[in-house]
């Protein structure tokens, strides 16, 4: 039985998403919290293995339970559960206590052809930048990168936008033998919120490593005078990396939505993501994992 679970946490003090031994990480959290409601270890597979620091307000993955398993999700203190695919997020929850830095806000039957990882068609981050103008907010400084000058965000908008498209994007992602770097930036755009902070939405259909934390880089740069909007596009079309800007931090970085296409379409989209993986290397099976090393 496979179930669907959507996900948010403050990556803050996790050593990213995936299970590593003595280290605390949002999927070793979880599967514990699993296993004790199952009796039994049971695997997470992620849209998006986001690394040290970097938060997740609506992450999904999924579960396949085996049969004992799924018996015991099906009752509770010997009564039938009424929606026992539902109500394992809240099982869960009680499982991680009172205010945790990771929940699982929703659960449910995950549709026929349904995977977490290879069924995404696109993934959607936020980053969060504040400057100059704005200042330092205390409050806010777990998911909020400070910079101290001024920025630009008109110059920082148009050369995110010069951005978009298919294409080899080496010069902004950290490298990894036999991986791909092209990828298909689907839309990229800066503006201040209603405090002032300069926020960065970025979609795509996969990102390779480092790759949104470089792209926002880039654009502070340019915000900031040190770069022209043309040497964005200008470096990514050298593709090798580049100290002409700074990576930012992995604090201001959220996976805000993971899109899927419609239920009929979930299972030879996955076919197609697996395929491709197999073709092009591991980093093009739709893997977004903003890894900081």
Known sequence: ??????????????????????????????????????????????????????????QVAHVDLDEAQWARVQTRHGHAAADPAGSLARRIRGVLGRYPDVTVT??????DGFDAR???????????LADATVGYDPMRRNDTTTIPATLDVELMDAAAQTLIGLHDFAAYCKPREEATTIRTLLDYRWARDH???????????????????????????????KLEVADVVRLRDELTRTSAFKVLPARGLTLAEVGYPADELLASRAEQTRARRDREGEDAGGVSGERLT
Not at 24 to 47: D, F, H, N, Y
Not at 118 to 128: D, G, L, P, Q
Not at 200 to 224: I, N, P, Q, T, W
């Open 1 to 58: 039985m496979r179930i669907r679970l959507d996900i948010a946490y403050d990556g803050t003090h996790f050593r990213g998403w995936a299970k590593q031994p003595g280290l605390r990480t949002v999927q070793g959290t979880i599967e514990a919290a699993l296993a004790r409601i199952l009796g039994s270890e049971a695997q997470l597979v992620v849209a998006g293995r986001t690394d040290a620091g970097v938060h997740a307000s609506d």
């Open 106 to 111: 929703r659960s449910g039957l995950a549709p």
């Open 118 to 128: 290879f069924s995404a068609v696109w993934r959607r981050y936020i980053y969060r």
């Open 195 to 225: 405090e002032g902070v300069l926020v960065a939405e970025v979609k795509a259909d996969a990102f390779c490593h480092s790759m949104v934390r470089a792209l926002v880089g880039a654009c502070a740069a340019v915000g900031e005078g």
